[in-house]
C-alpha cells in the first residue's frame, strides 16, 4: 500500500518551456503533498508543501509564481515549472501521506527535468 | 542549529559487517522517526518507521529510538554490497505530516 506515482519520469526541453509533473496518490488520500528538488550529490531541499483545495505553502526562497503548484483533489498535485531555464535543471520529487496521524511520506520516483 | 543531523560519510564497511547509522534531533517534541534508503539517482524509499524507545527489528534492519538523548540510529547487519546508499533520517516534527530530514549518510558496503 502507499504508493505515489509520479511522471514524467524525465523531461528535456528548451529553455522557455513551461513543464507540468504530475504527482498522484494511488491507494489513499493525501490532503498534504509535498515538493522537493535535489541537485546533484546534495540533500534533499523541501520546496513546497501542496494542499488540497488552497493555496501552497513554500519555502523560503522558492519563487512562487516560477514553480506553479495546483492540488485540486485529494490524489493529485501538479507542479510546472513556468519558462523553464537550465538553472531549474534538477531532479524534482514528490511525496504523500495518508490522512492519519505519524504517517511517512512515501515519494514518488522523481522527475529528471534536463533544460537544454 | 539543524534540526536533524547525521553525519554525512562515506562510512565504509566490509561486506558481511554491521553498518550503523546515527543521527540526532532538537526538537523534543518530536514523537516519530523514519529511515530513507537513496540509492544515486532514485528518489527516497522508506525502510522503517520508529515510534516508542527502544529498538524495533525488520530484517537485517533495526531502528533504534532514545528520546531522553535525542537519538535515532540504524542498525544493517550482514551488510551487502547492495546496501551502498545514502541513508536519511527524518522526525515529524510541529504537528501535521511534514517531515525534516537530515543531509543523508553516504554507506559505503565494499567487498
Known amino acids: 500500500g502507499a504508493v505515489v506515482s509520479q511522471h514524467p519520469s524525465r523531461v528535456i526541453c528548451k529553455s522557455g518551456t513551461s513543464v507540468k509533473i504530475e504527482c498522484r496518490s494511488l491507494d489513499f488520500q493525501a490532503t498534504t503533498m509535498f515538493w522537493y528538488r535535489q541537485f546533484p550529490k546534495q540533500s534533499l531541499m523541501l520546496m513546497a508543501t501542496?494542499?488540497?483545495?488552497?493555496?501552497?505553502?513554500?519555502e523560503q526562497g522558492v519563487e512562487k509564481d516560477k514553480f506553479l503548484i495546483n492540488h485540486a483533489s485529494l490524489t493529485l498535485s501538479t507542479l510546472t515549472v513556468t519558462s523553464a531555464h537550465p538553472e531549474d535543471s534538477s531532479f524534482y520529487i514528490c511525496?504523500?501521506?495518508?490522512?492519519?496521524?505519524?504517517?511517512?511520506?512515501?515519494f514518488g520516483d522523481g522527475t529528471r527535468l534536463s533544460i537544454l | 542549529q539543524k534540526e536533524v543531523e547525521q553525519n554525512s560519510g562515506p562510512l565504509s564497511v566490509p561486506e558481511g559487517a554491521i553498518a550503523s547509522l546515527n543521527c540526532t534531533y532538537s526538537?523534543?517534541?518530536?514523537?516519530?522517526f523514519f529511515w530513507y534508503r537513496q540509492y544515486s539517482g532514485k528518489s527516497p524509499e522508506l525502510i522503517m518507521s520508529?515510534?516508542?524507545?527502544g529498538d524495533k527489528e525488520d530484517g537485517r534492519f533495526t531502528a533504534q529510538l532514545n528520546k531522553a538523548s535525542q537519538y535515532v540510529s540504524l542498525l544493517i547487519r550482514d551488510s551487502q554490497p547492495s546496501d551502498s546508499a545514502t541513508y536519511l533520517c527524518a522526525a515529524l516534527t510541529g504537528g501535521g505530516n511534514k517531515l525534516t530530514f537530515g543531509t543523508g549518510t553516504q554507506l559505503k558496503v565494499e567487498l
Open positions: 511525496s504523500a501521506s495518508p490522512d492519519r496521524d505519524n504517517q511517512p511520506q512515501h
Open positions: 501542496s494542499n488540497e483545495g488552497s493555496k501552497a505553502t513554500y
Open positions: 526538537d523534543r517534541v518530536s514523537q516519530s
Open positions: 520508529i515510534y516508542s524507545n
